[in-house]
Nanobody
Framework: QEQLVESGGGLVQAGGSLRLSCAAS????????MAWFRQAPGQEREFVAR????????RYADSAKGRFTIYRDNAKNTVYLQMNSLKPEDTAVYSC??????????????WGQGTQVTVSS
């Protein structure tokens, strides 16, 4: 059974850092593009960052550029999101998603349950 499990969330002060992890199981991780999304209370889910199956193509939302870094370790079936210089507006539930490269943009095969990130001012 395919599963994505996020970890690493928590409470941090503004300006601090967190590293989120998303561990995949039940799928051939190296065949999937991976992405991070977030959803704040009362808001729609928004894209944060994406990395292709080989790690050679990366894209960030404008809100993440210069502060967040997505990377993956295919040997560990894990994708990471290093978040620095966190702001209160980064507070949200962060979820990872897996996508076969052949799927249309924006469509994902599998989703994790999410991990809460709270940034205090």
């Amino acid at each position: 059974q395919e599963q994505l499990v996020e970890s690493g969330g928590g409470l941090v002060q503004a300006g601090g850092s967190l590293r989120l992890s998303c561990a995949a199981s039940g799928l051939t991780f190296s065949n999937y593009d991976m992405a991070w999304f977030r959803q704040a209370p009362g808001q729609e889910r928004e894209f944060v960052a994406r990395i292709n199956w080989a790690g050679g193509s990366i894209r960030y939302a404008d809100s993440a550029k210069g502060r967040f870094t997505i990377y993956r370790d295919n040997a560990k079936n894990t994708v990471y999101l290093q978040m620095n210089s966190l702001k209160p507006e980064d507070t949200a539930v962060y979820s990872c998603a897996a996508k076969r490269p052949a799927l249309p943009a924006g469509r994902y095969d599998y989703w994790g349950q999410g991990t809460q990130v709270t940034v205090s001012s």
